[in-house]
């Protein structure tokens, strides 16, 4: 069971915008920021997002993220058959160590 | 450009030692932070711990008392080594970097699969 929660899926035709939640606690969301990878289906994870709302080069302004309180979110606007993947949110907790959350899978209907 | 390279034996016997090394080309590993993390097959990232490329380490709790990671600057390698194998530790197994510990891996290596069975 992962410290921080996620949906399981999600999904969305294309075009439309998808949302992905991740829940935590005082001890890692509440007190530091969330990163955001996504993973395409037998690639390495890609940071998609980084310190709550950042986008790395590369990554297009479809996504974006943002933080408030306990809980992050992840959206993606615009939604393309590309951009089916899984997700993971993940920050670090205060019992010293960097936590995922399970990952969301998101299908492109 | 900067990669990731793991290497080391893609199975090995519960109860043994396993040895992976990192090997980092397109930039040097120093001012750092290295991490391994490990995915189980159909499931999610498990954080194993993290080396600064000073030497300084954090491991995960869960793995602490199995986990020793260590870097050679000279060969921009860094390796991980986990005792006392189980099943459930077989996963693929990624190394990745992060410019601060905020920051986010900003680059991972391609994995490499690790199976854990007699």
């Known amino acids: 069971q992962s410290v921080l929660t996620q949906p399981p899926s999600a999904s969305g035709t294309p075009g439309q915008r998808v949302t992905i939640s991740c829940s935590g606690s005082?001890?890692?969301?509440?007190?530091?920021?969330v990163n955001w990878y996504q993973q395409l289906p037998g690639t390495a994870p890609k940071l998609l997002i980084y310190?709550?709302?950042q986008r790395p080069s590369g990554v297009p302004d479809r996504f974006s993220g943002s933080k408030s309180g306990t809980s992050a979110s992840l959206a993606i606007s615009g939604l393309q058959s590309e951009d089916e993947a899984d997700y993971y949110c993940?920050?670090?907790?205060?019992?010293?160590?960097?936590?995922f959350g399970g990952g969301t899978k998101v299908t492109v209907l | 450009q900067v990669q990731l390279q793991e290497s080391g034996p893609g199975l090995v016997k519960p109860s043994e030692t396993l040895s992976l090394t990192c090997t980092v080309s397109?930039?040097?590993?120093?001012?750092?932070?290295w991490s391994w993390i490990r995915q189980p097959p159909g499931k999610g990232l498990e954080w194993i711990g993290y080396?600064?490329?000073?030497?300084?380490?954090n491991y995960n709790p869960s793995l602490r008392s199995r986990v020793t990671m260590s870097v050679d600057t000279s060969k921009n390698q860094l390796s991980l080594k986990l005792t006392s194998l189980t099943a459930v530790d077989t996963a693929v197994y990624y190394c990745?970097?992060?410019?601060?510990?905020?920051?986010?891996?900003?680059?991972w290596g391609q994995g490499t699969l690790v199976t854990v069975s007699s």
């Open positions: 990745a970097r992060a410019e601060r510990l905020a920051t986010g891996f900003d680059y």
């Open positions: 397109g930039d040097s590993i120093k001012s750092y932070y």
């Open positions: 080396i600064y490329y000073s030497g300084s380490t």
């Open positions: 005082r001890s890692n969301i509440g007190s530091n920021t």
């Open positions: 310190i709550n709302d």
């Open positions: 993940a920050t670090w907790d205060d019992s010293l160590k960097e936590v």
